[in-house]
């Protein structure tokens, strides 16, 4: 199973500032392995995050973003208390949810 | 005449103006960038799985780490990394951080150490080794180094140290003092510091481990050592070797009173 996300999100006046580092290695298909064959591409493909429930933010990655992406946004109206999750989907269909308190 | 003089001074003045204004120097540019990326410091990543191993049931004995000695006495992490490497009288050697966690990892959970010296980075265990690191050097983050160099063996692996690092051989005739013994000197678009006086806080020994955005991968101290060791074309020293060792006691004891910024991130 794939590796926690680190999410911090934090309040300033009526938005907040969310912070997420995911663990991926983002493999973008294009690299080959020492012996000449092509790494399978491996990328986080779908990315949603949800204020208590209702989605806020959702986006279509591909193969340009680095390993362990790191994704910063703002969020209108969060305020501390709220549950803030974050999910992804890769290539391969595997996923993971994480969640953390608004502060 | 004059008139049309001061106007041309005028005009050459505004044009220049904003082409000074913008351009930076590439030094600049490369901390501009490395603002960028503190906030997001992949290496919290590394430090979270750490903290999660050193509190896990692994090995043949199905032991945590949470009795390992660093330093400070079983168990005690907090301000354990800016005092490492130092002698250990159980083992009968002086030990930097990854070699101590490594004879923990024999002795409470029942690894074996040799195999896992001989594992590749960033490979196995190895993987294991940096997180564990990371995230013991982050409970340090902040701290000033104050390495002892009270035991004899200690001042020995200093002096080592200090041989090693001007020691000049290999195919190139390098040696580290090659590329980290005088101020000011860079490498492409990196700033080398100056590794043979106190380089000052977050520099060199206490800015690792640290996270290389450009390979994506979580380096430790030994790791940094080895592949300096490869830029050099030198063979490895290996993993937990006494030459890597005296290299970190030798800069550990120049970065005396340096802030610890590690976990750091590299370009």
Redesign the interface.
């Known amino acids: 199973m794939a590796?926690?996300m680190?999410i911090r999100a934090q309040v300033s006046g009526d938005k907040a500032t969310v912070?997420v580092?995911m663990?991926h290695e983002?493999e973008s298909g294009q690299r080959k392995d020492a012996a000449g064959n092509t790494v399978p591409a491996w990328f986080i493909q779908e990315v949603t995050a949800s204020l208590n429930g209702k989605v806020v933010l959702s986006a279509d990655w591909g193969p340009a973003v680095?390993?362990?992406p790191?994704l910063?946004f703002t969020v209108k109206g969060a305020k501390a208390g709220d549950k803030l999750a974050v999910t992804w989907k890769d290539t391969k269909g595997e996923t993971r949810t994480d969640e953390a308190t608004v502060s | 005449m004059l008139r049309s003089i001061v106007g041309a001074a005028l005009l050459l003045l505004a044009c220049t103006a904003p082409a000074v204004w913008a351009q930076k120097t590439a030094v600049q540019s490369i901390e501009e960038y490395r603002a960028m990326l503190q906030d997001g410091n992949p290496a919290d990543l590394f430090e979270a799985k750490g903290e999660d191993l050193w509190k896990q049931q692994r090995g043949p004995k199905a032991a945590t780490l949470e009795r390992c000695d660093l330093g400070k006495g079983a168990g005690v992490v907090k301000g354990a990394f800016t005092e490492l490497p130092r002698f250990f009288a159980d083992t009968q050697r002086v030990q930097d951080l990854e070699s101590r966690l490594l004879s923990c990892m024999e002795t409470l959970q029942g690894f074996n150490a040799a195999e896992i010296a001989k594992t590749p980075f960033d490979k196995g265990e190895q993987k294991t080794l940096t997180a564990l690191a990371t995230w013991i050097a982050a409970e340090s983050k902040g701290m000033k180094f104050n390495l002892s160099q009270a035991h004899p063996e200690e001042r020995t692996f200093y002096e080592v140290g200090k041989r090693l690092f001007f020691q000049r051989a290999g195919p190139h005739d390098f040696a580290c003092a090659t590329c980290h013994g005088q101020d000011e000197k860079r490498i492409r678009l990196q700033d080398l510091p100056n590794l043979t006086k106190n380089p000052g806080d977050g520099v060199g020994f206490a800015a690792w481990p640290a996270y290389r955005v450009s390979n994506g991968q979580m380096w430790g101290m030994q790791q940094r050592l080895n592949d300096c060791y490869r830029q050099q074309r030198f063979p490895y020293p290996g993993f937990g070797s006494d030459a890597t060792i005296a290299l970190s006691v030798y800069l550990g004891v120049n970065s005396q009173g340096s802030v610890s910024v590690a976990p750091a991130i590299k370009r």
């Open positions: 590796d926690p680190r912070r580092l663990s983002m680095s390993k362990n790191f910063q």
